[in-house]
């Protein structure tokens, strides 16, 4: 199993040209399966030779969300791929904006933190963990309450905040 996710993601990197030597890129650890296992594919991919990229990890905490994970096990769990972990903390006011969903505050503030701490560290990629699922679930949440079929794209220009 773990090999045909190395081959899987290895194929994507190449199908999509995702890393460029010289990348610089920040890995969003959300602590679940997918941001674990992207940071521990990315660690392992830093140390070869070509394309010579160094990653980095995130984990944003949203003040007033009850999602919590273990930052002690995301130290360790950094650490022990050599892989620098930034814990960076957010809130918003879901009483803002009450055309959109409290869901889809949090993730949009999220990501905005994400990519401004990123723009601001000189980081030119930003890498998010979601598997066929996610993929699926955002489609089916964005046709239901945004009346769009949008889904998530493998990769889009990163715009600067």
């Not at 991919?45 to 002690?72: D, K, W």
């Amino acid at each position: 199993m773990e090999e045909r996710i190395r081959r899987k993601f290895n194929k994507a990197c190449v199908d999509y040209h995702l890393l460029e030597d010289g990348d610089r890129i920040l890995i969003a650890l959300s602590g679940g399966k997918d941001s674990l296992e992207l940071c521990r594919l990315m660690a392992e991919r830093a140390r070869i030779f070509r394309p010579r990229i160094q990653v980095e990890a995130a984990h944003v905490v949203m003040a007033g969300i009850p999602y919590e994970t273990s930052l002690p096990y995301l130290e360790r769990f950094c650490s022990d791929l050599r892989m620098p972990l930034h814990v960076l903390h957010g809130s918003f006011d879901a009483r803002s904006d009450t055309r959109k969903t409290r869901c889809f505050l949090c993730s949009w503030h999220r990501r905005k933190l994400l990519f401004s701490f990123a723009a601001e560290r000189g980081f030119n990629k930003v890498a998010l963990g979601h598997h066929q699922d996610d993929i699926l679930t955002t489609w089916l949440m964005n046709l239901t309450f945004e009346g769009n079929t949008s889904a998530m794209q493998p990769m889009l220009q990163m715009e600067h905040y």
